[in-house]
């Protein structure tokens, strides 16, 4: 028996069938809503003339957002490198 689950999402007024894992229905449904309400504040606060439009800056958004978050996360990881290596010195300085 297959374990995979057929779901219907709504975005943007068209219906779009998927067959997933059960694990990923949580997370498609979340992010279904999110997509929907940033559609609903786009059309709100700009003029839009089609759905393709809030689309494309619904994905803008979110690709920015994924994007700044690697940014971030290399620099934390760096500042915890370096951290590291002060504390590493520290402990060298100390054991000599």
């Keep these: ?13 068209r219906i779009y069938p998927l067959t997933i894992n ?6 498609l ?3 279904t809503k999110k997509i929907e309400g940033m559609i ?5 606060s700009y003029a839009v003339r089609d759905k393709q439009d809030v689309l494309a800056m619904c994905a803008l958004q979110l690709a ?11 620099s934390d990881i ?5 951290k590291v290596i002060a ?3 520290l402990l ?3 054991l000599s």
């Design 92 to 94: 060298q300085d100390h």
């Design 40 to 44: 609903k504040r786009f059309e709100k």
């Design 87 to 89: 504390l590493n010195q």
């Design 22 to 27: 059960p694990s990923q229905e949580e997370g």
């Design 78 to 82: 760096e500042q915890v490198e370096e």
């Design 29 to 31: 449904r979340l992010a």
């Design 64 to 74: 920015a957002k994924v994007e700044q978050n690697q940014i971030d996360n290399v």
């Design 1 to 13: 028996m297959s374990d995979q689950l057929k779901i219907k999402l709504s975005i943007a007024d």
